[in-house]
């Protein structure tokens, strides 16, 4: 049982434009949400993070948007760099230390 | 980058042989947890620990035990080690006090033939 969907496995956009992943989840106790970026054979890392009280959050090029009506939130990347490349993991827990990530969408940024 | 480290960051091994991962951290953290990634699942969780000899199952605990006997210390272990077991295991760390957000380890990459 897939709480956490990430339904794009790959995205390839061009330097200098946006690249927007999505991620949609289905339990209604996650009060939580994160984005992590990974590069091969590395950990994850954390990149930004929203609380479900708020609809947007920003970070520099990196903003994340909640909708929690429509229990789907996504990152905007603008403008978009090659060393932006990697696999982008969504992420959401209850504050219960039960994080649940979604399977990921691997981002090509082509110069 | 937190201070957490693993052992070994590579392992071959064999159906039915135990395999113990460890996870060392400098940070202090109360919460340490181990997850494995596999294509197509992301991250699933196995095993958290919340303290000292505290700790509970995660999503993916089946075939899996671990412990903490010191703060900086996580051990997972594989009593009897199965092909679907054949994945990428990844520590993290995190200090709820002061944040959400998790600080993940370099991962091990674990072969069972």
């Known amino acids: 049982d897939q709480q956490v969907k990430q339904n794009s496995p790959s995205l390839s956009v061009q330097e200098g434009r946006i690249s927007i992943l999505n991620c949609d989840y289905t339990n209604s106790m996650f009060d939580y949400f994160l984005w992590y970026k990974k590069y091969p054979a590395e950990g994850p890392t954390f990149l930004i993070s929203?609380?479900?009280?708020?609809d947007k959050n920003e970070d520099g090029r990196f903003t994340v948007f909640l909708n929690k009506s429509a229990k789907h939130l996504s990152l905007h990347i603008v403008p978009s760099q090659p060393g932006d490349s990697a696999v982008y993991f969504c992420a959401a827990s209850a504050h219960n230390n039960d994080m649940r990530f979604g399977a990921g969408t691997r981002l090509t940024v082509k110069p | 980058d937190a201070g957490i480290t693993q052992s070994p960051r590579h392992k071959v091994t064999e159906t039915g042989t135990p395999v113990t991962l460890r996870c060392h951290q400098t940070e202090n953290h109360r919460y340490m947890y181990w997850y494995r990634q596999d294509p197509g699942h992301g991250l699933r969780l196995i095993h958290y620990s919340y303290g000292v000899k505290d700790t509970d199952k995660g999503e993916v605990s089946d075939g899996y035990s671990v412990s903490r006997s010191k703060t900086e210390d996580f051990l997972l272990t594989l009593e009897s080690a199965t092909s679907s077991q054949t994945s990428v295991y990844f520590c993290?760390?995190?200090?709820?006090?002061?944040?959400?957000?998790?600080?993940f380890g370099p991962g091990t990459r674990l072969t069972v033939l």
């Open positions: 929203i609380s479900s009280i708020k």
């Open positions: 993290a760390i995190s200090d709820p006090q002061t944040s959400g957000e998790q600080f």
